[in-house]
């Protein structure tokens, strides 16, 4: 599975971006991905993963409530909606996908990774 994140850039606090995921390669629907971010000087850290049917999702609890995990399995594509940024929210996000149906919220657990998407929020 390859994949292609996009939607990042700069946003004010409080703003919305909306980040995308495009899985090519092998068949993309019975794969549960999560979507990662990393800021500068800090960890890689988990922030939202979907089941392959849609019907599990997980979050960070400072994105709850903000950000919100979906897919469209037609498209081979999943989507990270994100609403009230925060500029700590700042960092490089990553989409990753499973060689398994279910979600998880640990990165280990994740066989595929995309190349990065920026999103940068100022105050």
């Known amino acids: 599975v390859q994949l292609q994140a996009s939607g990042g850039g700069l946003v004010q606090a409080g703003g919305s971006l909306r980040l995308s995921c495009a899985a090519s390669g092998r068949t993309f629907t019975r794969n549960g991905m999560g979507w990662f971010r990393q800021a500068p000087g800090k960890e890689r850290e988990f922030v939202a993963a979907i089941s392959w049917s849609g019907g599990t999702t997980y979050y960070l609890d400072s994105v709850k409530g903000r950000f919100t995990i979906s897919r469209d399995n037609a498209k081979n594509t999943v989507y990270l909606q994100m609403n009230s940024l925060r500029p700590e929210d700042t960092a490089v996000y990553y989409c990753?996908?499973?060689?398994?149906?279910?979600?998880?919220?640990?990165?280990?657990?994740?066989?595929?990774w995309g190349q990065g998407t920026q999103v940068t929020v100022s105050s």
């Open positions: 990753a996908a499973r060689r398994f149906t279910d979600a998880t919220v640990l990165p280990n657990n994740y066989s595929y």
